[in-house]
């Protein structure tokens, strides 16, 4: 898979891995993947929908209740 690489310093990985082991997810990059998708769809999506319709399609993917 080719894309972007990042460091991190050795607390934020500490806690990066903490996370995802908490959450159930199979690997720390699973974790910041989906983390990842879910700020930056927040973020695209904020400047052409109101509010209402991005908390709508979020419950939708399950993401908020």
Same mark, same amino acid.
Request: aromatic share 4%; glycine share 6%.
């Given at each position: 898979?080719?894309?972007?690489? =990042?460091?991190?310093?050795?607390?934020? +990985?500490?806690?990066?891995?903490?996370?995802a082991a908490k959450a159930g997810?199979?690997?720390?990059? /699973?974790? @910041? =993947?989906? @983390?990842?998708? &879910? /700020?930056? +769809? *927040?973020l695209l999506t904020s400047d052409? !929908?109101?509010?209402? !319709? @991005? &908390?709508?399609?979020?419950? #939708? *993917? #399950?993401?908020?209740?």
């Amino acid at each position: 898979m080719r894309g972007l690489r =990042i460091k991190l310093d050795e607390d934020l +990985a500490e806690n990066v891995k903490q996370c995802a082991a908490k959450a159930g997810y199979s690997s720390p990059e /699973e974790f @910041v =993947i989906h @983390v990842l998708e &879910k /700020e930056t +769809a *927040l973020l695209l999506t904020s400047d052409t !929908e109101d509010d209402e !319709e @991005v &908390k709508k399609r979020l419950r #939708g *993917l #399950g993401y908020v209740e």
